[in-house]
């Protein structure tokens, strides 16, 4: 049995993100209000629409690292486990008729996308990774998941990159 847990690279944690907020929010107010007591008092609701933003993108920034992606290879199925802020989503394929592909994009400055297709169903795997990290989890899960013969398909560039970069993948 083979076992890939693929999560985004999230280094800022609730603790420091809460202690940046309320440094942001300390220095923020103080001068507005600094500037309000001067008689600048339409500063207020922009400082205050400003600090809402940065929450707002605070909050979506911490749910997105929270985010998961298992997927586990035996001897008859591979299973893709989802985990995010909408749930939980699981994916089954039959492992002979299991096919990886590492698919271009249309435009030249979009990532490629890793696929797992069996018998009309598919599922994209490592969205929140490189594209270096992407075709070196499809190289590694194209070895694994031999299928049959020239089932899977992977683009030749970039396959043998080192999964290094801004994710972690653990194999």
């Given at each position: 049995?083979?076992?890939?847990?693929?999560?985004?690279?999230?280094?800022?944690?609730?603790?420091?993100?809460?202690?940046?907020?309320?440094?942001?929010?300390?220095?923020?107010?103080?001068?507005?209000?600094?500037?309000?007591?001067?008689?600048?008092?339409?500063?207020?609701?922009?400082?205050?629409?400003?600090?809402?933003?940065?929450?707002?993108?605070?909050?979506?920034?911490?749910?997105?690292?929270?985010?998961?992606?298992?997927?586990?290879?035996?001897?008859?199925?591979?299973?893709?486990r989802k985990v995010g802020r909408k749930g939980e989503c699981v994916f089954e394929f039959a492992r002979p008729w299991t096919r990886v592909e590492?698919?271009?994009?249309?435009?030249?400055?979009?990532?490629?996308?890793?696929?797992?297709?069996?018998?009309?169903?598919?599922?994209?795997?490592?969205?929140?990774?490189?594209?270096?990290?992407?075709?070196?989890?499809?190289?590694?899960?194209?070895?694994?998941?031999?299928g049959l013969p020239g089932r899977n398909i992977l683009a030749a560039e970039g396959a043998q990159a080192a999964a290094a970069g801004n994710s972690?993948?653990?194999?």
């Amino acid at each position: 049995m083979h076992r890939f847990e693929l999560s985004p690279n999230c280094s800022l944690t609730t603790a420091s993100a809460l202690v940046f907020y309320l440094g942001i929010v300390t220095v923020s107010l103080t001068v507005a209000v600094g500037f309000a007591l001067a008689g600048y008092w339409p500063i207020l609701p922009f400082a205050g629409l400003e600090l809402l933003a940065l929450g707002a993108a605070l909050r979506w920034s911490l749910r997105q690292g929270q985010r998961r992606e298992l997927i586990r290879v035996d001897e008859d199925r591979v299973l893709v486990r989802k985990v995010g802020r909408k749930g939980e989503c699981v994916f089954e394929f039959a492992r002979p008729w299991t096919r990886v592909e590492l698919v271009e994009s249309r435009a030249a400055t979009w990532p490629r996308r890793l696929v797992l297709r069996s018998k009309g169903r598919a599922v994209e795997v490592g969205g929140f990774l490189t594209d270096s990290e992407r075709a070196s989890l499809g190289q590694r899960l194209a070895e694994i998941i031999p299928g049959l013969p020239g089932r899977n398909i992977l683009a030749a560039e970039g396959a043998q990159a080192a999964a290094a970069g801004n994710s972690e993948f653990r194999a």
